[in-house]
């Protein structure tokens, strides 16, 4: 199992898993694939947006999918909106190193001392 995962859970019964829930855990595992994956091209980059899309605002079959998979929805929404959470501090942390430091650079091009 992937660190970090998503089904990292007591819910997680793969003795007790019937086929069509292994389907459905597919399901969601290539949502999540397609939302927080690392993404190239124009169209894995609209797959993610939609993606993301999906599971941020709790389309309609949200909740099917994840009962049809064996999980709680609303768990697997509290997950999710962690790893947003997370994914957003980890690029605001990112940025704020840029801007330290950078600073001192940009200060020398105006002549100014930090």
Not at 10 to 36: H, N
Request: charged residues 30%.
């Amino acid at each position: 199992m992937m660190k970090d995962s998503f089904f990292d859970t007591k819910q997680y019964r793969p003795d007790r898993v019937t086929p069509e829930q292994k389907l459905w855990r597919a399901v969601l595992g290539q949502i999540f694939d397609d939302a927080f994956g690392h993404t190239i091209s124009n169209k894995a980059k609209y797959e993610k947006s939609h993606a993301r899309e999906y599971l941020k605002y709790l389309h309609r079959d949200y909740a099917q999918v994840c009962e049809f998979a064996g999980y709680d929805p609303m768990y697997v929404h509290r997950k999710v909106k962690r790893k947003f959470t997370t994914e957003f501090l980890e690029v605001i942390d990112k940025h704020s190193l840029k801007v330290r430091y950078n600073k001192p650079k940009l200060a020398t091009l105006f002549g100014a001392r930090v």
